[in-house]
């Protein structure tokens, strides 16, 4: 593949505009209603985080390549081309003040689904190299090491030997026939292995058929953060060949937001093909057990708790019931935040905000938004099931000087099971 | 030309050039969007594309909660001029007659009185939109020429609506004329502006709320 180049960036521009994009940008009225969704204006007040401001690069391309009066004045030399410029002009807006959660596409009055067009902006900037340092690195390690944190095979291999001790449990590896394969992410390798030893014991006692791969046990996916659909389908396709080698019925995406996006609903599209598995979220697979009543619990989880929900999991991924069924299994207290489920704020780390250094102080500063949500509601804990919004949660909370315990779903399931 | 040749030319020739500009420019920008397509989707389906487009097609017209505490001063003015646009088009009397010789299509109208108030309080409501968009940093940054140039033209012919309708100032074909004549500049600018929002919206909003139903999230 041929280095960054304006040229590059430009026709890929050209290429991801579609009917969609041209019925969103021929719609806005320039009302400025998307400004109040987005967390990165409530939270500075500065207009050049109006999310459809974002697009403007997008925008421009559209209007001179695929209308009229756009390629007229275009032709006549009336209106100014994009330039490389303009792209690196807005790659803090479309790389640092976004992390594609989508609220403004929910309270867009005309309908345009703004977070849809982001998507498809970096995938310009990117391709004209216009993309931060920081989610270059990234890319670069999961294309070559495997994972975006440089997390290794023996690493992996050493938190399960320590798993599998610490909890008695067996964490089955390359099994052929298995009924689920398990993806994972470098966070809950690293930061939270926990998850690891919290899925043993539950698929242990639920009597679920599972195994991890060593081949492909990286859920996250920096393709689609940063906008290389190439590099995203080749994550994905690893993915894919173990899943078939394997004869999984289902691959299981880990608690992380945008991996679940990757694998599940961009995975088919960036592969260009239907997969012959089914892919779950790890909150599906707990809330089905549930149903079957697969799920014992030994007590009840008694402090009050809340529920943040990781924006490509619930707002753009459609898991917005599961994990209240199992927090309302888990506990007699849990309470909602002002604003939830589906018109939930994001915690402002998502979109790959959170490996790109350059947007740290405006990432914390935003996380004023999940501050307010929370001292409405006046919590003994909060429950997530993404380890990127957990993380980030955490070093919000430090910074702005609150107490309170971060919990991943799955981990707490498992604390509270019944023995056998 | 007189009072009343310039009523004829605007009545005649001037409104048909209009009405095909009009929507020879609608076809063409119905083509520009829909010929560029969009892929299938390959992802398997947990949602119905169809039931989330169609519900967002009309569910957007309801802001959510929050929205309303953030944005009420957008919404309300909002509301409030496209519902006056509505009444004082379609049912004032003289218009229905108009539609009615163009598409043999009739419906009651309501009294000229209430339609004269309905256009004084949608007139207001378009002023303080002005004020808004100008003194709203946001709106302010976002706006060109464009934005102002669509609102000049929707405000027109209300104002020379208005002015017909009190026989202010010039004769009554006079100013008929004039009333006409704006209203065909609506006309001629409404596929190339932002005004074909009222059109491109429900393909936005179809769109929209088809991708989020196909992954099973409402919009």
Known sequence: ?420 | MTDAEFLLWVRGPAFTTATFIMCAGLVIRFLEIFLLGRKADLAEARGSAFAGGFRTMFKRSIPDAGSFERSGFTLVSGYIFHIGLFIVIFLFVPHILVFEAATGLSWPGLPSNIIDATNVVTMIALLAVLIHRIKDPVMRMLSEFNDYLVWFVTFLPLLTGYLAFHRVGLSAPMLIGLHILSVELLMVLFPFTKLSHAFTLWMARWYNGAIAGYKGVQS
Request: charged share 25%.
């Open chain 1, 1 to 420: 593949m041929s280095g960054p180049s304006f040229e590059r960036g430009y026709n890929a521009l050209k290429e991801e505009i579609d009917a969609p994009t041209a019925a969103f940008f021929s719609s806005c009225v320039h009302c400025g209603m998307c400004a109040e969704a987005c967390l990165f204006f409530t939270e500075t007040r500065d207009p050049k985080y109006t999310p459809i401001h974002k697009l403007e690069p997008l925008r421009k391309v559209w209007k001179q390549e695929y209308t009229f009066w756009g390629k007229l004045g275009k032709a006549l030399g009336l209106s100014r081309p994009l330039t490389d410029q303009d792209l690196a002009d807005w790659e803090s807006l479309v790389y640092d003040s976004c992390t594609l959660c989508g609220r403004c596409s929910m309270v867009c009055p005309v309908g345009n689904d703004i977070t849809y067009m982001i998507r498809k902006l970096r995938e310009g900037m990117a391709a004209a190299g216009h993309a931060p340092k920081g989610l270059i690195d990234a890319t670069k390690r999961a294309v070559t090491i495997g994972s975006p944190m440089g997390v290794k095979l023996p690493a992996l291999q050493a938190q399960i030997r320590h798993t599998e001790k610490e909890y008695d449990v067996k964490v089955p590896m390359d099994v052929e026939g298995a009924e689920y394969l398990c993806l994972l992410s470098s966070m809950e390798i690293m930061n939270f292995p926990e998850y690891i030893g919290s899925i043993a014991r539950i698929f242990k006692k639920a009597k679920v058929s599972w195994t991890l791969s060593s081949q492909a046990f990286e859920a996250t996916n920096s393709g689609i953060q940063i906008g290389v659909s190439d590099i995203a389908a080749e994550l994905v396709q690893r993915i894919v060949d173990v899943a078939e080698e394997l004869k999984v019925k289902a691959v299981i995406s880990p608690e992380c937001g945008h991996a679940y996006m990757a694998i599940r609903w961009d995975g088919p599209n960036l592969v260009g093909k239907r997969f012959n598995f089914k892919v779950v979220h790890i909150l599906e697979l707990l809330d089905e057990l549930r149903t079957q009543g697969r799920l014992k619990m030994k007590d009840k989880e008694a402090r009050k708790l809340t529920y943040h929900d990781p924006c490509q999991i619930a707002r753009r991924g459609g898991v917005i019931d599961q994990p209240r069924n199992l927090l309302n299994m888990l506990a007699d207290n849990f309470v909602e935040m002002p604003e939830t489920g589906k018109m939930n704020w994001c915690c402002g780390a998502g979109g790959g905000v959170s490996s790109n250094e350059r947007a740290d102080d405006l990432r914390l500063k935003t996380f004023a938004r999940k501050k307010a949500q929370l001292d409405t509601i006046n919590v003994d804990a909060i429950v997530s099931a993404c380890s990127n919004c957990r993380i980030h949660l955490e070093e919000g909370l430090e910074e702005y000087h609150m107490e309170l315990p971060l919990l991943s779903l799955t981990e707490t399931i498992a604390e509270h099971l019944a023995e056998e």
